[in-house]
């Protein structure tokens, strides 16, 4: 701890020493002003951060930022490092925001695919009631229920995503309670050996306070060793607590899709009876189903009389401010607006994002500069006896390309994310676009033909895409900026949903290789030094968070995500190694540790064709 101590003292004597040498006649330089200046900033930028207030730090460092460019090095990193913190912070806050209009999205697209389900319902009725043949009619609509109940492969209507059937909704809801209640139980285990430690931390501070000499010290020591094993239990709990409410979200949507289905299920079956009851009635019928259906769409029509509550939404659904019942009309108009701010909030995202790599960008080159004097001064026989030599050296370790990327890898998780959560969006809309087009709506309103029709992509967006993504993932790709920029053009032409869609997967995808390219440089680093260790290790940890969650994002895509596991589990298991304390004690099953009877997992096929995912590296090789 002294030595530690000490190094601290001569750390910051050397980075005041740095400062004043050439300024040795007593004046202050320009230099010394402006370090002053941006210190004051800085000071003030950390309090404002600290307090979680990214603008206010960004505004502070902003007002600095003529007397950074005449500071010294150190200071200019300080600041620029604020700089990209502070644009990081309010980007993450930004996405709060952001994840609040994505589940206002989800919640409308719901019912939308709850009304659309009606929609295509009817007119699947609708058809089968105006054949001649009473018996085509039913067929034609039993057909639609085995669809809605099994479907085919667990599908109701197929895509990309798929309109999942009762069959599978009713699967994944199973699954997802049992994941919920594992993790549930795990958390109240934890919970009651937390109060238990607790206890026994009290009970021992009772015994300290009873006791005299040596057994005090060994009370309060095993009363410290409670709570700190007390505090791991809640830290446990925390985790488990980000596993649960993501779970406990998809429950709940799969839970409303179960509704869904069922009351068309068994709007079905009340048709089939109707069906039954003669020609003349089933004349009726049709002008009742499709009146039925123009209030789904836009509210001019009417309910059949005796229709239950559960046979569509716009009897029981969500009202506008007028009170009336929401219709797809509405609702795609209410959608358009979310999607318009969800739009809006993501440009500011990736704008702030970007801002925070160009401060880390200017950050790492003052801090090349200021570590390129110190290696001058380190080597010159003049400074061979200073104290601050040594200090000079940890500068150096200190200010290491590593840390700053990290940073930048950081940042490209955040663009992953940002665009991973782009493409769920859009697979979601175009699904619900698909379902929407094959209902066969006569005369649909604006609003829903701005849905689309969930079609493939074009070609002008296909094939550059796929050329891009091929050659990004080779270990000898270098333009990494032309490819960005590339898809940035891409997405900011007039495309359909399917070509956006299709650019956003690229685009998280792109930032996942870019993030992962550049911790494999820092895991692979040959640096000697307990700092550099911990960054390697860090960079391993986020190797494992990363990949893993590219790994969730591949059933989305469509893509074998085998690769993307494996990476994962490579960092897991070079963190088992050297940094073993950084792993979190509850993992997802695929990164758990496997029993040590296992037998290998399988080697990849020899497919070569491109699947927007880098080779597995070494867990401590540099990226190539």
């Known amino acids: 701890m002294r030595a530690s101590l000490k190094r601290a003292a001569a750390l910051a004597l050397a980075t005041c020493t740095f400062s004043l040498i050439p300024f040795a006649g007593g004046c202050k330089s320009d230099v010394d002003k402006a370090d002053e200046q941006v210190s004051a900033s800085v000071d003030a930028a950390r309090q404002n951060l600290q307090a979680g207030k990214p603008d206010l730090a960004s505004a502070e460092l902003t007002k600095a930022g003529a007397s950074v460019k005449t500071a010294s090095p150190a200071s200019q990193i300080q600041s620029n490092v604020l700089m990209s913190q502070a644009n990081s912070d309010a980007a993450d806050l930004l996405a709060r925001k952001l994840d609040q209009e994505e589940s206002q999205i989800?919640?409308?697209?719901?019912?939308?695919?709850?009304?659309?389900?009606?929609?295509?319902?009817?007119?699947?009725?609708?058809?089968?009631?105006?054949?001649?043949?009473?018996?085509?009619?039913?067929?034609?609509?039993?057909?639609?229920?085995?669809?809605?109940?099994?479907?085919?492969?667990?599908a109701w209507v197929k895509g990309s995503p798929p309109i999942p059937s009762l069959d599978g909704v009713t699967k994944n809801e199973d699954a997802l309670k049992k994941q919920i209640d594992d993790l549930t139980k795990q958390r109240t285990d934890l919970a009651a050996k937390r109060a238990l430690a607790l206890e026994q931390a009290a009970k021992f501070d009772r015994q300290a306070d009873a006791s005299i000499g040596t057994q005090v010290t060994a009370a309060t020591i095993q009363a410290s060793n409670q709570r700190k094993e007390a505090t791991d239990d809640e830290i446990h709990m925390r985790d488990l607590d980000t596993q649960l409410l993501p779970l406990q979200q998809q429950l709940a949507v799969v839970q409303q899709q179960r509704e869904s289905i069922e009351a068309s299920v068994k709007s079905t079956d009340d048709q089939l009876a109707k069906l039954n009851s003669g020609w003349e009635a089933v004349k009726d019928q049709v002008a009742q189903l499709k009146g039925f259906t123009t209030y789904l769409v836009d509210g001019k029509g009417a309910i059949p009389a005796g229709a239950t509550p559960a046979v569509g939404a716009a009897t029981t659904g969500p009202a506008d401010v007028s009170g009336k019942p929401q219709t797809l009309q509405s609702l795609a108009s209410e959608l358009d607006d979310h999607v318009k701010a969800a739009q809006e909030l993501?440009?500011?995202?990736?704008?702030?994002?970007?801002?925070?790599?160009?401060?880390?960008?200017?950050?790492?080159?003052?801090?090349?500069?200021?570590?390129?004097?110190?290696?001058?001064?380190?080597?010159?026989?003049?400074?061979?006896?200073?104290?601050?030599?040594?200090?000079?050296?940890?500068?150096?370790?200190?200010?290491?390309?590593?840390?700053?990327?990290?940073?930048?890898?950081?940042?490209?998780?955040?663009?992953?994310?940002?665009?991973?959560q782009q493409f769920t969006e859009l697979a979601q809309r175009n699904s619900i676009a698909r379902l929407i087009d094959s209902a066969r709506i006569e005369e649909p309103p604006k609003e829903l033909v701005a849905l689309g029709n969930g079609g493939a992509p074009s070609a002008a967006v296909r094939e550059p895409v796929q050329k891009i993504t091929g050659d990004m993932v080779k270990t000898e790709f270098t333009e990494f900026d032309s490819a960005r920029d590339d898809l940035d053009?891409?997405?900011?032409?007039?495309?359909?949903?399917?070509?956006?869609?299709?650019?956003?997967?690229?685009?998280?995808?792109?930032?996942?290789?870019?993030?992962?390219?550049?911790?494999?440089?820092?895991?692979?680093?040959?640096?000697?030094?307990?700092?550099?260790?911990?960054?390697?290790?860090?960079?391993?940890?986020?190797?494992?968070?990363?990949?893993?969650?590219?790994?969730?994002?591949?059933?989305?895509?469509?893509?074998?995500g085998d690769q993307r596991l494996a990476n994962a589990i490579a960092a897991r298991k070079a963190l088992s190694e050297t940094g073993k304390g950084l792993l979190p004690t509850a993992l997802p099953p695929e990164l758990a540790e496997a029993p040590a009877t296992s037998q290998p997992a399988s080697q990849p096929s020899g497919d070569t064709t491109p699947t927007t995912e880098p080779a597995a590296a070494p867990a401590t090789a540099p990226a190539q």
């Not at 659309?116 to 699947?124: E, F, I, L, P, T």
């Not at 990736?350 to 401060?359: E, H, P, R, T």
């Not at 200021?370 to 003049?382: E, F, G, P, Y």
């Open 489 to 560: 053009k891409l997405a900011g032409a007039n495309t359909s949903l399917s070509d956006q869609q299709l650019i956003a997967s690229a685009r998280a995808d792109f930032y996942y290789v870019r993030a992962d390219g550049v911790l494999n440089e820092v895991a692979g680093s040959n640096l000697q030094g307990e700092l550099a260790q911990l960054r390697a290790n860090l960079a391993q940890l986020a190797r494992m968070v990363n990949n893993y969650g590219w790994y969730q994002l591949a059933g989305l895509e469509g893509v074998k």
């Open 106 to 154: 989800t919640t409308i697209l719901i019912e939308i695919e709850r009304l659309g389900s009606q929609v295509h319902n009817n007119n699947a009725n609708v058809t089968g009631f105006q054949a001649l043949d009473p018996k085509q009619g039913t067929d034609a609509i039993q057909q639609a229920q085995t669809a809605a109940k099994s479907g085919d492969g667990a």
């Open 346 to 420: 993501r440009g500011q995202i990736v704008d702030l994002l970007n801002k925070a790599l160009s401060a880390n960008s200017d950050a790492s080159k003052a801090a090349t500069a200021l570590v390129t004097d110190l290696k001058k001064r380190v080597t010159s026989q003049d400074t061979a006896k200073l104290p601050e030599r040594r200090a000079w050296q940890d500068m150096i370790e200190l200010y290491d390309q590593a840390s700053f990327k990290l940073r930048d890898a950081s940042i490209y998780a955040r663009f992953a994310r940002l665009y991973g």
